[in-house]
């Protein structure tokens, strides 16, 4: 781990756009889970993600991201 990492210090920004729903979904998040702001909610989420990744049954089939465009990655799905 470098330097930075290991003192916890943030020394990247990062833009993320969200639509409404997204923003708001994450906003109930963070408040029913007590968590001070939405850069934290966002990177708990994140954590939890890739932790959940981990122990999920390989056998799931993902779509190829090298077929996606990023406007197709949603946190909430598009109900059709």
Do not use: C, H
């Amino acid at each position: 781990m470098g330097e930075e990492q290991k003192s916890g210090r943030r020394t990247e920004r990062l833009q993320l756009m969200l639509d409404d729903e997204e923003l708001t979904r994450i906003d109930d998040w963070r408040f029913d889970n007590r968590i001070p702001t939405r850069a934290a909610a966002i990177r708990e989420l994140i954590r939890r993600g890739m932790l959940y990744e981990d122990v999920v049954d390989s056998d799931v089939e993902m779509p190829d991201p090298r077929d996606m465009k990023s406007t197709e990655y949603r946190a909430i799905p598009i109900e059709e």
